[in-house]
């Protein structure tokens, strides 16, 4: 069964900077793009950024220029860094395989990013 861990979420200030890690298994990491998703209280989750197996990305308007995605594939990890946070960004962080507008496996655990003075 494909996993997904997803880790480094906290708190911080508006401004601020928090970079998240998703640790995935061999038998999803090497054959699919890859994608950072966040729920905010009350909301649905949104897919925020994405990158495929060709190191080519994707973000959101809401996030483009402040949140970077990067895979390093001998790790089978995907980082999502993100600088200039700001109280709209608090939300549980997951990521996952994007599927068109599904997701190819079952939701981990995410992490939670706080962001608040």
């Known amino acids: 069964q494909a996993q997904l861990v997803e880790s480094g979420g906290g708190l911080a200030q508006p401004g601020g900077s928090l970079r998240l890690s998703c640790a995935a298994s061999?038998?999803?990491?090497?054959?699919?793009?890859m994608g950072w998703y966040r729920q905010a209280p009350g909301k649905g989750r949104e897919l925020v950024a994405s990158?495929?197996?060709?190191?080519?990305?994707n973000y959101a308007d809401s996030v483009k220029g402040r949140f970077t995605i990067s895979r390093d594939n001998a790790k089978r990890t995907v980082y999502l860094q993100m600088n200039s946070l700001k109280p709209e960004d608090t939300a549980i962080y997951y990521c996952?395989?994007?599927?068109?507008?599904?997701?190819?496996?079952?939701w981990g655990q995410g992490t939670q990013v706080t962001v608040s003075s």
């Open positions: 061999e038998s999803i990491f090497s054959r699919n793009a």
């Open positions: 990158i495929n197996i060709g190191q080519s990305t």
């Open positions: 996952n395989v994007p599927d068109g507008r599904f997701v190819r496996l079952s």
